[in-house]
């Protein structure tokens, strides 16, 4: 599956964007999606995480109750809201998926596939 994130920006301290992968391929409801993001000189983190089903939903404690995950496997898509936007999220934005997934934490060497990010700069 090839994946293609967009959506990033330059936004505001406290401002919005939502970031949506777009995948190829007839299977995207098999994979589970995440969302990961990689600051300069840090290691890539985990972000959120759906299910293939997009019945579970995971967050990592920095972006919960400000993050939305979302899929919509007719369009072959994931999407991820971002409310409150804090300088400390700026980063490269990564989509990834996981074929049969179904753990509940997600790292970078659990998934199969990675798209090539998209840029999100948040300014104080």
């Known amino acids: 599956v090839q994946l293609q994130a967009s959506g990033g920006g330059l936004v505001q301290a406290g401002g919005s964007l939502r970031l949506s992968c777009a995948a190829s391929?007839?299977?995207?409801?098999?994979?589970?999606m995440g969302w990961f993001r990689q600051a300069p000189g840090k290691e890539r983190e985990f972000v959120a995480a759906?299910?293939?089903?997009?019945?579970?939903?995971y967050y990592a404690d920095s972006v919960k109750g400000r993050f939305t995950i979302s899929r919509d496997n007719a369009k072959n898509t994931v999407y991820l809201q971002m409310n409150s936007l804090k300088p400390e999220d700026t980063a490269v934005y990564y989509c990834a998926a996981a074929l049969g997934y179904s753990g509940s934490d997600y790292y970078p060497y659990d998934m199969d596939y990675w798209g090539k990010g998209t840029l999100v700069t948040v300014s104080s």
């Open positions: 759906i299910s293939w089903s997009g019945g579970s939903t």
């Open positions: 391929g007839r299977t995207f409801s098999s994979y589970a």
